[in-house]
């Protein structure tokens, strides 16, 4: 269950419980599954079959690849290298809930935008949505702790209308959380 | 020796640069590496914000220009070579969008003086600090909401594409 810590937002957290039930009142599975292979996906296996994940999302992970080269000061301020771990943790969390998402609502692309997976020079890694309307950020270290945290928000323009720290399980699906990430945009 | 060295150039940056309180209206530069810049939408990552002293130019002393500049007179970290200038972009942060951060951050001019000026340390008026843990206990708050608030200033599409289509020499 993903777990609000921030105790002043827990009342809002069930204004975005809609998109809760609209995740499954779409299970059709009418949809042809889009089959393609990851080339090269480090530290899950090379050359993996991923029917189920949204291009955009896979095409993101290739795209980040970079950030298991950056060597020690890759910012030129001290950083440390990258996690092996910590990426791994990152996008298998990210192939995770899309398949999940995928396996709700068919394979429009629509439905969970591609995040950023950037660097952070504690060597950590972060999946960042950082959109018109809301903004997810998610941290992943090298740690074998089940849960992750995020800060989650949706906004009005500049303004922020709503929004929660908490955590979530790092390798079991969470619905609830499934909806959060569909409810970005 | 160490200690009584510090008091006197703090002593000394006081009067030549006095400090001074940054209000809410203030803006603050901060420069952004190539490399923690998202290769699609082209946005500061919010790994470039988790630095409990948290270095930016004040608007009060400086421009983006000016902020720029200066990181080609600084040090590559544990090295003595100056920094590319080009390898960085610089965003704005507005004081006013981000007094109720979690945790809460302090902002705190913090202007660099030296004499004479010691190389790879430029002399800063501008120099200030966003103080606070940025991701304390899992709580991502701060993080984020500086993430959500930086603008770019100064930033170039061509260029950021030709630097990352070559890697960084390794230092």
């Known amino acids: ?185 | 020796m160490k200690g009584k060295k510090l008091t006197t150039n703090s002593l000394l940056t006081s009067l030549v640069y006095p400090k001074k309180i940054i209000h809410s209206d203030a803006i603050l530069y901060k420069f952004i590496h190539f490399n923690t810049i998202d290769r699609v939408s082209l946005k500061p990552q919010a790994g470039n914000f988790k630095d409990e002293e948290l270095s930016c130019d004040w608007n009060k002393y400086s421009t983006p220009e000016k902020t720029r500049d200066l990181i080609g007179q600084q040090f590559i970290h544990g090295t003595q070579t100056l920094k590319n200038k080009n390898h960085y972009f610089i965003c704005r942060l507005e004081v006013g969008q981000l007094l109720n951060l979690d945790p809460k951050q302090i902002f705190k001019h913090d202007p660099v003086f030296h004499f004479p000026q010691k190389k790879g340390h430029p002399n800063n008026r501008s120099h200030s600090l966003i103080i606070g843990k940025k991701d304390a206990k899992g709580i991502l708050k701060a993080r984020g909401q500086i993430s959500m608030n930086c603008k770019w200033v100064i930033f170039d599409e061509k260029i950021f594409k030709e630097l990352i289509a070559q890697p960084l020499p390794i230092i």
């Open chain 1, 1 to 185: 269950m993903p777990t609000p810590i921030n105790k002043a937002d827990n009342s809002k957290i069930d204004k975005i419980n809609y998109s809760n039930q609209r995740l499954f009142a779409n299970n059709s599975n009418s949809y042809t599954k889009n089959k393609f292979v990851i080339e090269h996906l480090p530290l899950i296996e090379e050359n993996v079959e991923k029917p189920n994940v949204p291009l955009l999302i896979t095409e993101k992970i290739t795209m980040s690849k970079y950030i298991l080269d950056l060597k020690y000061n890759w910012d030129e301020d001290g950083a440390k290298a990258i996690s092996k771990n910590a990426y791994s943790n990152a996008t298998e969390f990210l192939i995770s809930y899309a398949e999940r998402i995928v396996d709700v609502y068919g394979d429009d692309k629509d439905h969970l935008l591609a995040p950023s997976i950037s660097p952070v020079k504690d060597g950590s890694v972060d999946l960042e949505w950082n959109l018109t309307n809301s903004y997810l950020l998610i941290n992943f270290t090298d740690s074998k702790e089940d849960f992750v945290y995020y800060y989650l928000a949706f906004k009005d323009g500049d303004k922020i209308t709503f929004d929660a720290n908490g955590q979530v399980e790092r390798k079991k699906i969470n619905d609830k959380f499934a909806s959060y990430l569909i409810s970005l945009s």
